[in-house]
């Protein structure tokens, strides 16, 4: 990281902490030990300075913070990095409300959600479909409805933006009744896309969906909550990531995948519709 992205992020981090102590300059100061004209350099535009690492780790200590998050080299005031377990995800005593996923949702609230999704987006899923899927993967149905209802709700709110970005193919499988949907039937699917339709019609631009030529770009399935993490989907397990080089990275890999799209946001609801009308042979 350039030197001055790294004194620009310390800056902000330690203004924060100046902010959230409720201590004037000259107390915070005295309290990290330095004087307040070091204090006031430090916090000031025109400088690229950082502290000596004990000052640094002084500050650290004194206000419950990692070293990473200091120098922003992480997004996250504790851990740098962890893995959660699907266990530690799924639905708790008071519904998916109360997740790690819904916590790093209401975290983000206000800035970009980036969703790249292992198949048919949660909120755009009938219960039929969330039956369906949870009859195959042997998971809780009332679960997985909880989390569509959720993120439904969740889109709905005027400071959402989220973006999912999806292969094209993967939409013209379930059309056409393949794959893990071999046993959804053609009306239930025909239902599933026009429920599809509907709501990206009535969410949008807070929730936008592009489709990319999946034959040409890949991703595995993931997501990017504003600037403060990526949980990563493996299966049964969420591997989350918190520092700022790999979520930029993440981040720029999306970008990517929205540049390459051949259906856009204002194409999408279009394109389902289109899918459901299609005969069923004609999707192969």
Request: hydrophobic share 40%; net charge negative.
């Amino acid at each position: 990281m350039d030197k001055r992205d790294l004194s620009g992020l310390f800056r902000e981090r330690l203004r924060t902490l100046v902010q959230r102590s409720g201590q004037n300059q000259s107390a915070f100061a005295a309290s990290v030990g330095i004087d307040r004209s070091a204090l006031s350099q430090l916090l000031s535009e025109d400088t690229t300075r950082l502290p000596r690492a004990e000052t640094l780790m002084t500050i650290a200590e004194e206000h419950k913070v990692s070293l990473d998050w200091l120098l922003g080299l992480s997004q996250d005031e504790g851990l740098t990095g962890e893995i959660r377990a699907s266990l530690e995800i799924e639905e708790g005593s008071g519904g998916f409300d109360r997740t790690l996923l819904a916590k790093w949702h209401a975290e983000a609230a206000g800035t970009k959600i980036r969703y790249v999704p292992a198949g048919i987006p949660d909120l755009l899923r009938t219960d039929a479909l969330v039956d369906y899927e949870a009859d195959i993967t042997n998971k809780s149905r009332q679960s997985q409805a909880g989390e569509t209802q959720y993120r439904i709700d969740y889109n709905r709110r005027p400071e959402t933006d989220m973006e999912v970005c999806m292969p094209r193919h993967t939409l013209e499988i379930f059309a056409a009744g393949m794959g893990v949907w071999s046993g959804f039937s053609e009306q239930e699917r025909r239902d599933q896309l026009n429920h599809m339709a509907t709501l990206l019609d009535d969410l949008y631009p807070t929730f936008r969906l592009f489709l990319y030529d999946g034959r040409m770009r890949y991703s595995v399935p993931y997501t990017i909550f504003g600037p403060y993490r990526a949980a990563i989907y493996v299966g049964d397990m969420y591997l989350v990531l918190n520092a700022t080089a790999p979520v930029r990275t993440l981040t720029r890999h999306f970008d990517n995948l929205i540049r390459g799209a051949e259906i856009n946001a204002h194409e999408a609801a279009g394109f389902a519709r289109k899918l459901a009308e299609m005969p069923v042979a004609s999707h192969a």
